[in-house]
């Protein structure tokens, strides 16, 4: 939130989607492949818009299924790669991000979360924290997730997600959301080219005599191998979970009550926890950077002082369960939030907070 | 005519006969023994080989290996 | 090759004129006997082999029965999902777009779960070679109904015969691909005969020449047998694709490019 902003940034006043297409050009992209859907339309535009004047593709693909195929084809082949869609779409790549995750191709993949389920609306939700965090295709892989809370963070997490992405050799998806896509807020950018990229030594991209094919895939018909290569996974993740973690905290340091929240929604907390502090409430945030690595850890330890957690969420209660699991019974968790594409007021919030504090020391988690 | 033979790679031959029909000379058989894999592998039997490859361009497996007697060198 | 002094001394005198690329790994196929992949897989990398350009080829597996094509083409390779390898070729393409890029697929893969990619990858001109083995049935799964199953075939699915009142017809994807603007060279080959694996050779040698020019996609089918997947032995299936498939499935070029 309060960043550093270093001379070489340029300031643009910028919609969030249209930031984050930006940044993945000055990130040095090779080639996006998307399809339109409201409300991330913005980025295939401003994509489609800048490809004569700038060094990348785009292609517009003839569903989510083939673009995130395609990503998986440019990635194999060394690419640095990005799609982006919306909620539904997002579902019909699901099959696609699970080979990537298996065959360990670096990608950067944007979910600007609309309501659901189904078709749903058009309007911002938080609604895909499950699919992003917990798998959402099938078999057992994980999704780096990032969650931006401001088109600030849209530019920034694309750098952060190319980086991660070809670090760890898995594909990052930044959890985003349709408020977030279209709001305008000033954006400090990083220069182009300030990514570098090295092709990797296990692309396809034709193989010499000198070495072996490298095979792309993510096939292991024998148990034995295909245990293998899930422990593999298993072991890079923990690795990530030990080293990738971000979160911020906001006033937690004397707080009795505890919100936390990701994206649009910790900005909101974040000016609850402003209105409840004027009103003589100690109240503190934790706002989840990374979804995946979740700092449970760090949860866990606010748990020792503090009273209680209010969870807020622009959906029925997703990443509260994480919460809970952190807390694991040592405070009562509680949950706020709105679906359907309707974002909570930091008001309402407010009026939670007002009515635990109220009984701070006799509350109990009953409600779900 | 044009003397050829062929070698076989017994096993890795699945004995699908392919080339045993493909071949115009009647040369081939399937062999009474068996392959490591468990397969009648394919024979050549006959002298009158003329390394046409057919039975080469058929066999699924890459089994075969044609050769062909050189032409005569013509004098200069 | 063997250097043995037998082998040296029945050499001599005489040429090898047809031995295994070594474009083709030593992995024995897993292919059933006499199936065609093997055949088709055979010139396809002999092709490759023939015109040097195994080092800048990029190929995409299907799923389906030649899922492990990676194992016996000794080049880069990736596996795609079931469908969507005209997709993932798209993607390498158009990162890496002087490198020969192909897909090779069967009829479930190309012409039922991925016919929306196939259709779209040929329609945008991609600068990919498809080969398309249409062999009529899935065999990998168990010999059930492809899209391509003729009508009245006996299948695992349909073991009363394919009933096209219900079940729909075959799908000619080839004759569907010819009229889109993107294609540039359409063909419909067989492996069951010599002469049919010369032309079918020829085919793929043109493809990847064309490719060359960047004028659009090659798109060559080869009309195959599945002995298994048909309960016939291979002699009986290439007799059988002779008399049901190909009156069907006419053999020949679809669409060919005009002479400058």
């Known amino acids: 939130m309060q960043e550093q902003i270093s001379k070489e940034r340029e300031i643009r006043l910028m919609k969030g989607n249209e930031a984050l297409a930006e940044a993945a050009i000055r990130a040095g992209m090779h080639a996006y492949f998307g399809y339109p859907i409201t409300p991330q339309s913005e980025i295939l535009e401003y994509l489609t818009e800048q490809m004569p004047k700038r060094n990348f593709k785009v292609l517009q693909a003839e569903s989510e299924v083939a673009s995130i195929n395609m990503i ?17 779409g997002i579902s019909l790549m699901q099959e696609g991000l699970s080979y990537i995750a298996s065959a360990e191709l670096p990608c950067v993949v944007a979910n600007v979360v609309r309501g659901g389920p189904g078709l749903g609306t058009i309007q911002p939700s938080q609604g895909d924290y499950f699919q992003a965090v917990k798998g959402g295709g099938h078999g057992d892989y994980r999704l780096i997730v990032l969650a931006p809370n401001s088109v600030q963070e849209m530019a920034d997490f694309v750098f ?7 670090k760890y050799r898995n594909p990052v998806m930044i959890l985003t959301d349709g408020a977030l896509g279209q709001m305008m807020e000033k954006v400090a950018l990083p220069p182009e080219g300030s990514l570098e990229h090295v092709v990797p030594e296990w692309a396809t991209v034709g193989k010499p005599k000198t070495r072996e094919p490298n095979i792309i895939t993510s096939l292991f018909i024998e148990p034995e191998k295909m245990q293998a290569v899930n422990i593999h996974l298993q072991k890079k993740y923990k690795t990530i979970e030990e080293n990738e973690i971000r979160y911020e905290e906001y006033h937690t340091e004397d707080a009795e009550i505890i919100l936390t929240a990701f994206g649009l929604s910790s900005r909101l907390c974040q000016k609850a926890v402003d209105l409840a502090r004027e009103a003589g409430i100690k109240v503190g945030l934790l706002r989840p950077i990374t979804l995946f690595p979740f700092p449970y850890q760090r949860i866990s330890e606010l748990a020792h002082d503090a009273k209680a957690f209010l969870t807020v969420e622009m959906n029925a209660g997703q990443m509260v369960e994480d919460v809970r699991l952190a807390v694991n019974g040592k405070k009562p968790v509680f949950f706020t939030g709105k679906m359907g594409g309707i974002i909570p007021s930091p008001e309402e919030i407010l009026a939670k907070v007002e009515e635990m504090a109220a009984n701070i020391n006799n509350l109990t988690e009953v409600e779900r | 005519m044009i003397k050829g033979y062929i070698e076989i790679n017994k096993d890795i031959c699945k004995g699908c006969e392919l080339c045993i029909e493909a071949c115009p000379q009647g040369s081939l058989r399937l062999s009474t023994h068996i392959n490591t894999r468990g397969y009648r592998y394919v024979e050549l039997v006959e002298q009158n080989c003329t390394g046409c490859t057919n039975c080469a361009l058929v066999c699924p497996d890459v089994a075969i290996t044609v050769f062909r007697e050189q032409k005569p060198k013509k004098a200069v | 090759m063997s250097t043995d002094v037998l082998t040296q001394e029945l050499q001599q005198g005489f040429d090898c004129v047809y031995e295994k690329p070594d474009t083709l790994t030593d992995t024995r196929f897993h292919y059933c006997p006499g199936c065609g992949h093997g055949v088709a897989h055979r010139i396809l990398m002999e092709t490759i082999q023939e015109l ?6 990029v190929g995409v597996a299907p799923v389906g029965c030649s899922v492990f094509a990676y ?17 993932v070729a798209t993607g390498v393409k158009r990162v890496l777009p002087d490198r020969y890029v192909f897909t090779y697929q069967g ?8 016919t929306a990619e ?44 394919r009933e096209t009142d219900w079940i729909g017809f075959p799908l000619k994807m080839t004759d569907l691909v010819a009229h889109l603007p993107g294609a540039y060279y359409v063909t419909r080959q067989a492996v069951h005969t010599p002469n049919a694996v010369r032309k079918a050779k020829k085919a793929i040698r043109n493809a990847f020449e064309y490719q060359k020019l960047n004028k659009g996609t090659c798109f060559v089918e080869i009309v195959s047998n599945c002995p298994s997947g048909w309960k016939m032995n291979p002699s009986d299936s290439n007799k059988w694709l002779e008399e049901n498939m190909l009156p069907f499935y006419p053999l020949g070029d679809l669409k060919v490019p005009e002479k400058a």
Do not use: W
């Open chain 1, 160 to 166: 952060d997600g190319f980086r991660l992405a070809e």
């Open chain 3, 107 to 114: 009829d479930g893969d190309l012409a039922a779960i991925g």
């Open chain 1, 72 to 88: 998986y084809g440019a990635a194999g082949a060394g690419a640095r790669v990005m799609t982006t869609s919306s909620s539904p």
């Open chain 3, 118 to 161: 196939t259709i779209h990858a040929v329609n945008r001109g991609e600068n990919i070679l498809i080969v398309f083995i249409n062999n009529a049935i899935y065999g990998m799964t168990g010999g059930q109904m492809a899209p391509t199953t003729l009508a009245k075939m006996v299948t695992s699915t349909t073991p009363y015969g």
């Open chain 3, 52 to 57: 040097g350009i195994a080092e800048q080829t």
């Open chain 3, 71 to 87: 194992h016996y083409m000794n080049i880069d390779m990736q596996e795609a999902a079931h469908g969507r390898a005209c997709a």
